[in-house]
């Protein structure tokens, strides 16, 4: 499994173009490069799992980069589900989760950004790191899954 890099947020017109590539280079190229680096470690049984995000399916204003991003693993994996096989590639596609990214935040500002978000999404909360480790789980365990995007993300893409 290999989870999200980080992250460049901004309007496409305002944001730097070294903000995008060094966005690219952690979040795309650092799980191409693990993927290469692990290679020769796996066998015809192994399976590999990787995080996009729900951007790639449906970005908000200043989510560009992201969006890129994260269109360009769901089609890195499909390519490598077709390369790699029999090894099993997918990818997970969370939302908004509540984990330590965000604690750098006032707790009554995170909560507030939590609240909005939960008030929108059709299952009224929002992630947490156990609802996404459990398509983690599925995906390694599954044996017939490759090539597969699993969009987790509480119904943010329908809103």
């Known amino acids: 499994m290999v989870t999200a890099g980080e992250g460049a947020m901004g309007h496409f017109s ?12 952690s979040k795309f190229w650092g799980q191409y490069i693990t993927v290469r680096s692990a290679l020769p470690y796996l066998n015809n049984e192994s399976s590999i799992t ?3 995000g729900v ?3 449906r970005p908000p204003q200043g989510a560009t ?7 360009a693993i769901e089609g ?4 490598l589900s077709v390369d790699l096989a029999p090894i099993r590639v997918n990818v997970v596609s969370p939302g908004i989760v509540d984990t330590p990214i965000y604690a750098g935040m006032p707790d009554d500002q995170r909560q507030a950004l939590f609240n909005g978000i939960a008030q929108q999404l059709p299952v009224g909360r929002i992630a947490k790191p156990e609802d996404i480790a459990e398509t983690y789980v599925y995906l390694a365990k599954n044996g017939f899954t490759t090539g597969t995007a ?4 509480g119904g943010a893409h329908l809103v």
Do not use: H, M, Q
């Not at 305002?14 to 280079?25: H, N, R, W």
């Not at 980069?65 to 269109?71: D, E, K, P, V, Y």
């Not at 890195?76 to 390519?79: H, K, M, N, P, S």
């Not at 699993?150 to 993300?153: A, C, E, G, S, T």
């Open 55 to 57: 951007y790639g399916v």
């Open 14 to 25: 305002e944001l730097p173009v070294a903000s995008a590539k060094e966005a690219f280079d």
């Open 150 to 153: 699993v969009l987790i993300d």
């Open 65 to 71: 980069t992201l969006a890129a991003i994260n269109s």
């Open 76 to 79: 890195l994996v499909r390519g």
């Open 50 to 52: 990787l995080t996009s």
